[in-house]
């Protein structure tokens, strides 16, 4: 251990109930140093980090973490309240849920400092202005008396790391600060992150699963997977010669390109012309008891999808792109034009029920895209009970296997595909769960899917492979999608063309190259330099 | 593809599979207190629903100058017995009592050889009677055993309070559920509903209705069950309008189900937990509600056994405390038991609680 150490941890296991989720691990952070702890959902980063200041519920803790010479884990309760927030702060992924509601967040930054430094109220609130002024948050005065809902989340992520430096601490933990905002918000929180680190020289813990962040702004990285130290290292040393083959695993999980290019023109397999959606919203007051407001979800969107090729919607949260692919889905009533190989929604049932055969989804979030009550058979079998109801039981369930098969679940035979099929959700993982709703939407044999952010909730590695499977499919079976997504590697990786969305509007349009390496729109320039 | 392969390996490995129903149950069996209220109850129940083996003022079975009769069943006349007139035999009678014990004759009775309306003539002390050999709770104002009251009365409470949990828990879940999957202005026109309905003045209106029909048990079940369904049905609509908008919802609708299979094949059944959750406590509310009802003497009709009615007469005749006493006991019992049983099924149901092996 060298003198220039702030944070030396080691042996450091965390256990939950006998379950051990931390092996002994070893590593020390220098004053003001920039490391990074990398690693997929479950790897133990976070508790990691939680446990260097006592803050996991019922975990037990072995090993050491000396910090500043003193012992986190084995130190008085008392001592290592003082330690938090003052000489070692924390900043969390949802801002909303991590400030009180019920508080300014002026009375939140103040409470720190009244606490920790024992300044008077007064002089406080004057240090919070401060300090938000220096997060980059315009009109301080003013925001200081704002409530956290009454800010943005980027303002909301700048008032937690407002609070979180008020008394300038050595080391700060920040465990997936942006994850949870905007791509084009994610780079401006970075900056401000090195920005006060160089300024006040404080060490930064970065805990995250995003690699483009970790190149950006470590000095070091740490990886992590299931609870095991695997490789650490200085941050271009490690992505130039990952030695561990998880390492390696990780930084090759850019999504790879490999979809059969558009060969010159085919009758469209969808087409909008105009497509708005609006939505009623409440109006205040008496006036609301009799009308309803307008809120302009998509207007005017217009767009054409070939056979066997992918259309991409990018776009930030609250643009309007999950609507277009309700919209598209023929689940939320719309305005103008859309088409389905020449026929539209809503022209009487069983018109509608042939198209529902024709247009499938696969949506975001794995847990509840799949009903928990109902078996992988039931699930996935739910299209044939509608569209082939003239099928057997046995035909149906060789169909269920069929389908499990061909997105890549269970290679057995058919004795143990049995078994598999009456599981329930809840003991498949996340990447597993997004397959069976790729089955269930697939049973049908569909010509189009619509995938809503479809690995968005999904592990790197895991989302690697799930795209990989879609574009097997793809080229297989010729099947187009509108991919509906944020994440501009997945639209490089996928997407034949491209359309950016915000504010409901589409503001650029065309070829998947085009668009990428010469984006017109301030914004989509935005959105394409932000995933660098 | 290598991620293929484990994920497979990874599925058949894996211990055998439990619904989530399934897993409830286990949860709820590891909580003993609560496991232990459940089988205790289950056995009151299913005993009371033997009573009259257990207590009945007729025998279970004569042998009388060589033949056999079935009293539990058919009524003989006394003549039958050597008796004078031809009249329905009184089991009690110390005359009947000993030709049937004479000569070879037996008769079988029941543990305790009273029924709930049986008047014993025959009593030694005075009415109501402290706990006797004969009477061992004792006996009430008008001279039945209280033993076979309370035995009866449990029966009675327990079964009313299932028929309006049942009856009060579909309703809630039919209300519920239409408002809460169509939404919108059938949610609001029933929200209203609800609104009205619920500030009528109940007990007035059992009041009222007592006086203008004949009390019984049915009149009760349909009036309270008119009035007791909107606390449930505000739980019910709230797990459908959250779980309608879920993704596993528009995925099948997106695959053309029809409105009805989605709620019977993924609203119901992931709605489920509130309802579930509040059954014991429903049954333990029905069960003081009808007692409540008998002791302001609104509720079954006279000469029904019923605990409320033994409290009004413990009220009643304050120095007879047996009586109190003991249907005090019967009614703390009933509803703890009740209680255990809901506080572990709510823990068995709380999602917040993970998976212990």
Known sequence: ?532 | MSGSTRVSSSINTASPSLSPGRRAWLRFKRNRLGYWSLVLFCLLVVLSLMAELISNDRPLLVRYQGETYFPMARDYSEKTFGGDFDTATDYLDPFIRERLSRDGNWALFAPNPYGPKTLNYFAKAPNPSPPTADNWLGTDDRGRDLLAQLIYGFRVSVLFALALTFTGTLLGIVTGAIQGFFGGKTDLAFQRFIEIWGSMPELYLLIIFSAVFAPSLALLLILLSLFGWMGLSDYVRAEFLRNRQLDYVRAARSLGVSNWQIIRRHLLPNSMTPVVTFLPFRMSGAILALTSLDFLGLGVPPGTPSLGELLSQGKNNIDAWWISLATFAVLVVTLLLLTFMGDALRDALDPRKADAP
């Open chain 1, 1 to 532: 251990m060298s003198a220039n150490t702030l944070l030396d941890v080691q042996g450091l296991s965390v256990s939950f109930a006998g379950s051990e989720v931390v092996h002994g691990i070893d590593f020390s952070i220098a004053p003001g140093e920039r490391v990074a702890l990398v690693g997929e959902s479950g790897s133990g980063k976070t508790v990691t980090a939680l446990s260097l200041l006592r803050l996991v519920a019922n975990a037990r803790m072995c090993g050491q973490a000396s910090f500043d010479g003193l012992d986190l884990l084995s130190m008085p309760e008392r001592d290592l309240r003082a330690i938090r927030g003052r000489d070692i702060a924390m900043i969390f992924q949802e801002p909303m849920t991590a400030l009180n509601p019920l508080m300014t967040v002026g009375d939140q930054i103040a409470e720190v400092l009244t606490l920790k430094t024992g300044l008077a109220k007064a002089q406080s609130v004057q240090r919070a202005i401060d300090l938000l002024a220096e997060t980059g948050i315009p009109e301080p005065e003013r925001r200081v008396n704002a409530f956290p809902h009454q800010l943005s989340g980027g303002q909301r992520q700048r008032a937690m790391i407002a609070m979180a430096l008020a008394c300038q601490p050595k080391l700060l933990l920040a465990d997936e600060p942006t994850t949870a905002l905007d791509v084009s918000l994610r780079g401006q929180i970075l900056e401000l992150l090195t920005r006060l680190q160089q300024k006040n020289g404080m060490a930064v813990l970065l805990i995250t699963h995003d690699l483009n962040l970790v190149r950006r702004f470590a000095d070091r990285v740490i990886v992590m997977e299931n609870g095991w130290i695997v490789e650490q290292g200085n941050t271009a040393d490690v992505f130039a010669r990952p030695q561990h083959a998880y390492t390696q695993r990780l930084i090759a999980s850019t999504p790879v390109r490999d979809v059969a290019e558009s060969q010159g023109e085919a009758p469209a397999v969808m087409r909008a012309q105009g497509l708005r959606v609006v939505y009623p919203t409440p109006i205040a007051g008496v006036r609301g008891w009799f009308r309803r407001g307008q809120f302009v979800a998509v207007q005017g969107a217009s767009f054409e999808i070939l056979p066997g090729q992918t259309l991409g919607v990018m776009g930030e949260s609250g643009s309007g792109k999950s609507t277009l692919a309700l919209a598209a889905l023929g689940l939320l009533p719309f305005q103008g034009e859309l088409q389905f190989a020449g026929q539209s929604w809503g022209a009487n049932a069983a018109r509608d029920k042939a198209l529902r055969r024709q247009v499938q989804v696969v949506f975001q979030d794995p847990f509840s895209s799949l009903s928990p009550r109902l078996t992988v058979e039931e699930i996935v079998g739910e299209g044939l009970g509608v569209h082939a109801p003239e099928l057997s039981k046995d035909q149906r369930q060789q169909r269920v296997m069929t389908a499990l098969r061909d997105v890549g679940l269970g290679t057995g035979d058919d004795a143990a595909m049995v078994q598999t099929l009456q599981r329930y959700p809840h003991e498949f993982s996340g990447g597993q769960r997004q397959r069976l709703a790729i089955a269930r939407a697939l049973i049908i044999n569909p010509g189009m899917l619509v995938l809503d952010e479809p690995t968005s909730a999904l592990d790197v590695t895991v989302q690697k492979q799930v795209l990989q499977l879609l574009q097997k499919l793809q080229r297989e079976r010729g099947l187009s999608y509108l991919l509906i997504t944020h994440d501009v590697d997945v639209i490089r990786a996928m997407a034949h063309g491209v359309l950016v969305m915000k504010d409901g509007a589409i503001v650029e349009s065309g070829p998947v190259h085009q668009v990428l390496t010469q984006p017109q729109h301030a914004y989509t320039r935005i959105l394409v330099s932000a995933a660098g």
